[in-house]
């Protein structure tokens, strides 16, 4: 796959994850609770993952590649449902494009901790002057966000 259709759907998906919190935070009003929510939302996913199972014949995994994840594999399902559920909570609350700025504030300062120190299990990757500032100018961003409408 080429460099710019990686790029291409990294960025669709990334469009994807704006419209799930929109679309959860109806499910959570709808259903009268977040954690209604949250559990339906990972019902249908595990549904379509199930049929991209069957669908791809993809072998299940032998009981020893279960056996030996580290304790921090399973925490991405942990991370998941946090995620899901606090943007049922707070994405109407903030606004698509402060809450997911937030998201993505975070997102990137954890993910150059990884790269910094191979966290997660990724390759050790230097933080640059210049990823540093791209760092700031994503903070910067998200209080921008904030002081919208406050500074006329």
Not at 63 to 79: D, E, K, N
Not at 108 to 126: E, I, N
């Given at each position: 796959?080429?460099?710019?259709?990686?790029?291409?759907?990294?960025?669709?998906?990334?469009?994807?994850v704006a419209l799930q919190a929109g679309s959860n935070a109806l499910l959570g009003r709808q259903l009268g609770h977040p954690l209604s929510a949250s559990l339906t939302s990972l019902g249908v996913s595990l549904g379509v993952v199930v049929?991209?199972?069957?669908?791809?014949?993809?072998?299940?995994?032998?009981?020893?590649?279960?056996?030996?994840?580290?304790?921090?594999?399973?925490?991405?399902?942990?991370?998941?449902?946090?995620?899901?559920?606090?943007?049922?909570?707070?994405?109407?609350?903030?606004?698509?494009?402060?809450?997911?700025?937030?998201?993505?504030?975070?997102?990137?300062?954890?993910?150059?901790?990884?790269?910094?120190?191979?966290?997660?299990?990724?390759?050790?990757?230097?933080?640059?002057?210049?990823?540093?500032?791209?760092?700031?100018?994503?903070?910067?961003?998200?209080?921008?966000?904030?002081?919208?409408?406050?500074?006329?």
């Amino acid at each position: 796959m080429s460099r710019s259709l990686l790029l291409l759907t990294a960025l669709s998906v990334g469009g994807m994850v704006a419209l799930q919190a929109g679309s959860n935070a109806l499910l959570g009003r709808q259903l009268g609770h977040p954690l209604s929510a949250s559990l339906t939302s990972l019902g249908v996913s595990l549904g379509v993952v199930v049929l991209a199972l069957l669908l791809f014949r993809a072998p299940l995994p032998a009981a020893a590649s279960v056996a030996s994840v580290p304790w921090w594999g399973w925490l991405g399902g942990l991370f998941g449902a946090a995620y899901l559920t606090v943007a049922v909570i707070l994405a109407p609350q903030l606004g698509a494009a402060t809450f997911l700025a937030c998201v993505v504030a975070g997102q990137m300062l954890v993910s150059a901790l990884c790269d910094q120190f191979g966290w997660a299990g990724f390759p050790v990757r230097r933080l640059s002057p210049e990823g540093i500032f791209a760092l700031l100018l994503i903070v910067a961003g998200v209080l921008l966000l904030q002081w919208r409408g406050r500074l006329v």
